[in-house]
């Protein structure tokens, strides 16, 4: 198991806090809550160690469009750069809702 | 593990299969919210108050916020209750410290409820592998203060048991479902103390073949359990379907006499099939049938 | 002879009945009170194959159910603070694995052993567990686990688990070190009787000169505790409160007293 802790540039923050996902095998959970603009701050704890770029790619390429001002706190059990990026935009339309 | 059961004895009832919407396809927190009258679900405990496992973190085990077990009360056909709902996809559904606190905690809040003036039922949603290992001793002492819990509130209003699937009740937890005053389960669902896998590993594919579907599904399916009395109510994969059967269960109250305390009838079944003999699954329900205690005894 | 047959015989004041050859009872005298003794004792003869060691298999969750609520049914028209001490002593391997015992539903009869002691507790009776051996899984949850008070004698040959140390490692995909390694630092995971006397379930372990074969001191000891165990169920809580609010609980439980408070507020 590995800790990831990363920011990103972030303007909008989301209407309010939203949780979507399971930390079953090739899933993940993430949490999120509203923050001041300004930043995103990410952190991972994914039971797959060693793919910290992976992680930065996935999350740079997700918050350069989405520029989400939140904490977000990911617990993976091994999902896919696809499910962590489809999980990402759930948690922002969840909180949408 | 999860292949589908075998069809159930009886016409199939395809208009109520093609008309239905799939309970067992929901996650935990779906199928608890579901159960419940539309708009009066609330959680308590859920994720953000991240009350986590304390012990898996330290054994580089990822854990979740909600510790796998969801807590939401609500009213059932207006009527006060408290839906918690094990979450089969992390851990296997495996009991913790917190998760079956979280379990205990609340059945023994909705007990103290009932003897205040506010009858509340409880459900459970039960798809759990038991104790889980990576907390061992301390899951298997809270599935312990689970069943105490379950007792304390099933002397005052129904604790009903849901068994959907996919992964079935097994291990400890088996033994809280068969304290239930109710429990309804689906021809996916599986109700057993040790698994195929289990027993295969402490007893030789002799004792149990884990690989023979067949042979799981007999003994441990949902169809079985119910034809043979281990199990009330058999129910489709359908989410009206199984909200009805939950609120029919809440109101036929507290059993007069719950399927634990009917001593008598297990002594008269066990004497019924020799051990070393045993009757074919599919028999089994008929030997039963004729097994009722004796005169004199008690119940 | 296993360790519980050797611990009922030993603690009991009088004859040693078999409820059927894998399940023995006893009445013991505890200062003012008769206790009943229930052990689950090795048949190596038992119809259920997977049964013969001492497992709680189908025959002895009936056995344990109806022995315990006999005891409560004779004691029903007794004040409820003068109801007999009910005395699992345990030594037992851990639940039958078999065919045929998921084929009769054996976690229905663990559940009626487990619902007679329960209402034993709930009833007024002091139940006390005695963990001579070893004390793993399903079998301790029918048999030992529903107690008021738990005691255990300090043995190396006292060893209470959820499951095997061989099967813990397979199924969690560790080595047999590793989990020792784990266990060192996870007090829940160890197999060690002194750590799992930190998680607030033990009221008391016991020091005994011979755990196989109890020498007159260790009967004396055991006796004593016991009797002190009755006089502080007596007192106590009817339900299993008290594991969350013993000394050990208050370290190692933080989380179980965290969850429960949480739950309690956001309730109403």
């Not at chain 1, 750069?81 to 935009?89: A, E, N």
Request: hydrophobic share 45%; with cysteine; aromatic share 4%.
């Amino acid at each position: 198991m590995q800790t990831l802790n990363f920011e990103f540039p972030a303007d909008r923050p989301p209407p309010r806090r939203a949780h979507v996902g399971v930390v079953g095998s090739g899933d993940l959970e993430i949490l999120m809550t509203p923050e001041p603009p300004g930043t995103a701050r990410v952190r991972v704890r994914t039971s797959v160690d060693g793919f910290d770029t992976v992680w930065r790619t996935v999350l740079e390429r997700f918050f350069a469009r989405h520029r989400v001002a939140a904490a977000f706190e990911l617990n993976d059990f091994g999902a896919t750069p696809g499910v962590v990026t489809l999980r990402l935009r759930q948690a922002v339309e969840e909180s949408r809702r | 593990m999860t292949s589908p059961p075998p069809a159930a004895d009886g016409p199939t009832d395809w208009t109520a299969i093609l008309a239905r919407t799939g309970f067992i396809e929901l996650d935990a927190r779906a199928r608890a919210t579901a159960l419940l009258d539309d708009g009066t679900a609330r959680e308590l405990c859920g994720p953000f108050d991240r009350i986590e496992s304390p012990w898996l973190e330290p054994q580089g085990v990822v854990p979740q916020s909600d510790d796998g077990v969801i807590v939401v009360k609500g009213r059932l056909d207006g009527r006060p209750a408290v839906v918690i709902a094990i979450e089969q996809a992390f851990q296997g559904g495996g009991i913790g410290e917190v998760s079956g606190v979280k379990i205990a905690a609340a059945l023994s809040l909705a007990a103290r409820d009932s003897r205040d003036g506010t009858p509340t039922v409880a459900v459970l949603l039960l798809e759990t592998g038991g104790v889980r290992l990576q907390e061992a001793n301390l899951g298997l002492a809270t599935v312990a203060e689970v069943c105490s819990a379950l007792l304390e509130l099933r002397a005052l209003q129904p604790v009903i048991g849901v068994i959907a699937g996919t992964l079935g009740c097994f291990g400890g937890m088996s033994i809280a479902a068969g304290l239930c005053s109710t429990l309804i389960i689906t021809a996916e669902g599986r109700l057993g103390l040790d698994g195929p896998q289990v027993i295969e590993s402490e007893a030789g594919v002799a004792e149990f073949d884990a690989s023979d579907h067949t042979l799981i599904w007999s003994i441990d399916g949902g169809a079985q359990r119910t034809r043979t009395g281990l199990a009330d109510v058999l129910v489709l994969d359908d989410v009206t379907a199984m909200r009805s059967a939950v609120i029919e269960a809440m109101e036929r109250g507290v059993p007069g006499e719950h399927r634990s305390r009917r001593i008598g009838e297990l002594r008269a079944r066990l004497e019924a099939v020799d051990p070393t003999d045993p009757p074919a699954p599919a028999d089994l329900a008929a030997v039963w049938a004729h097994a009722v205690p004796r005169e004199g005894d008690r119940p | 002879m296993s360790r519980g047959q050797s611990w009922t015989r030993a603690l009991a004041d009088g004859d040693v009945t078999h409820v059927v050859p894998s399940v023995i009872t006893a009445d013991a005298a505890l200062g003012a009170d008769t206790a009943r003794l229930i052990a689950v004792v090795p048949d190596p003869r038992s119809p259920y194959r997977r049964a013969r060691k001492g497992e709680v298999g189908l025959r002895e969750g009936l056995a344990l159910a109806e022995t315990v609520t006999g005891a409560v049914t004779e004691d029903a028209h007794r004040a409820e603070d003068r109801r007999r001490p009910i005395v699992a002593v345990v030594d037992l391997p851990s639940q039958a694995y078999g065919r045929v015992e998921e084929l009769l539903g054996i976690h229905h009869a663990l559940a009626a052993a487990v619902d007679a002691y329960a209402s034993a507790r709930a009833a007024g009776h002091p139940v006390i567990t005695l963990i001579v051996g070893t004390a793993l899984s399903g079998g301790l949850l029918a048999h030992g686990y529903q107690a008021n008070q738990i005691l255990a004698l300090d043995d190396p040959g006292v060893v209470i688990h959820a499951m095997h140390k061989e099967a813990a490692a397979r199924v969690t995909r560790r080595t047999s070190d590793e989990l020792d390694e784990l266990a060192a630092r996870i007090p829940p995971l160890s197999y060690e009787v002194a750590d799992w006397a930190k998680l607030g379930l033990c009221d008391e372990l016991l020091d005994v000169e011979d755990a196989d074969d109890p020498t007159e001191t260790d009967v004396r000891t055991a006796k004593d505790a016991l009797t002190a165990a009755v006089e502080r169920a007596r007192r106590g809580p009817r339900d299993l409160s008290n594991r969350l609010t013993s000394p050990g609980a208050r370290v190692t439980r933080a989380a179980s007293r965290r969850i429960r408070e949480a739950l309690a507020a956001q309730w109403h």
